[in-house]
Each structure stands twice: as C-alpha cells, then as structure tokens.
C-alpha cells in the first residue's frame, strides 16, 4: 500500500531546526522534518517525546526558534490562523464537533464566509466517504465516521498541508483500516499530509517515510522498513532483547505509546 515518492519532489512542508523551551526542559530541539508534495510522513515516539508540541508548532500554536516553510512560502512569526490561510490545516487528538449543528454545517463554519458552501462541504465529505451524512447529526455517529468528518473539516479549506494529532486514536481495527484506506487515497491524489499516530500497522502501511522522535530530538528518519530496522529506534523503544521482534515485522499489536 506504501506510495513510493521518489524522494525528488517538491517538499509541501520543510520546519527546519525547530527549537521550543520549556524553562530548563527542552521540548523540541533543533528538529527537522520535510514533507513532500503528495506524501505523507509519519511521526512517530513515545509519549513526550514531542509529537504535538512539533505541529503546534508548525501550525503557529506555541512559539518556537527555527524556521517553517511551506512550499516556498515562510511561514515564520505567524499566527495559527494565517497560516491555515495559507494552506496549512491540523486536526486534533480530540475530535470536537458541534453537536448542534448537522456534518455538512460542522464544515462551513470551519472556514471563512464565502469560501466553503453546502455543496463544497458535501463534495468534501465525498473525499472522506462520508457524503451520506452531509445532512446527519454528529451524534447519530460512530466514532470513526466523527474522526473522518474531522478530517474533512480541516480538507474544505483545500490545504497544501494537513497535519493529523492521532486521528486513529480511540477506534478500533475495522475502523483504523478504513481510515487508513481514506488517508491514502488522499494522498495519492496529491494531498501532502504530517501524521502523528501510536498504530504502528497504520504508520506502516500507509506513510511514505516515517520521522522519530525521541526526548523532543530526531533520531532517525526514513522509509517505514528503515525505520523499523534502525538500530537506535530499537535500542529506544524496543530494547536489546526484543530485537527479533521489532525486526519480525511485528506492528499492529505493538504497545502504544512504544512506537
């Protein structure tokens, strides 16, 4: 299912050397990912290593040293709200829908007046098979339909970057392969995309190169098989003894929070 980019296009996103402090505690230390046009790029370590806090970055939400281009655009000093704007859109851990509000509606409120009408919403939500719902409320939803129309909501603005804060978080098998599914099909029709996510049989299956992070620093960064051989991850997460393991190609019951 792995999309080979080739490695020679065009770079969506490039945060280089991100630093961010938090009195004598570094968060994020001279980190640099690189998303290509049409890719999606998995990050990926345990809890606290710095996953969120590198997209609350690049999205503008918590102030940082480095630089963050998208495309050839600097992004640098800029608030949240320009730099979706621009094109570059997040999701969150949490998905918070208005339940008041049908799914169709949940998405025209997420970007300025004018640009996104019932129509686009709807087209929007067939990106994401979930045009039969346009007119349902979020609560007649499961979970994995609320996570997608979440992901709609942060594609109607047409981003050239789509961030992803642990969309699979919460479902369970069936749903985090259908998402899965969606993700790359998305890709693979052009849309560039950031993914934090603890289900490693997702990350695997679907990114075109995964970044790791570990106490806020990249150690290694790569192809999803790479990756999954590097020494320094296994030494990290998996430890010594259960190297024949990691190099099995043992994922989707990896314990989360270890990759």
Known sequence: MVHDDGGGGAAALRADRLGRRYGRVWGLRDCTVEVPAGAIVGLIGPNGAGKTTLIDAIS???SSTGTVKLGERDLHGQPPYLRAAEGLTRTWQSTELFDDLNVAENLTVAVRE???SEDVATQTLALVGMDWAAEAMPTQ???GQRKLVGVARALVAKPSLLCLDEPA???DTVESEE???TLRRLADAGQSMLLIEHDMGLVLGI???VVVLEFGQVIAEGTPEAVRKDPKV????LGDDMTDVALSGTTADSPE???
């Open 114 to 116: 004018g640009v996104a």
């Open 60 to 62: 503008g939400f918590v």
């Open 169 to 171: 978080a919460g479902l």
């Open 234 to 237: 296994i030494a990290a997460y």
């Open 207 to 209: 990114c075109d190169r």
């Open 257 to 259: 929070g270890i990759l």
């Open 141 to 143: 939803l499961s979970s």
């Open 179 to 181: 998402l899965g599914v």
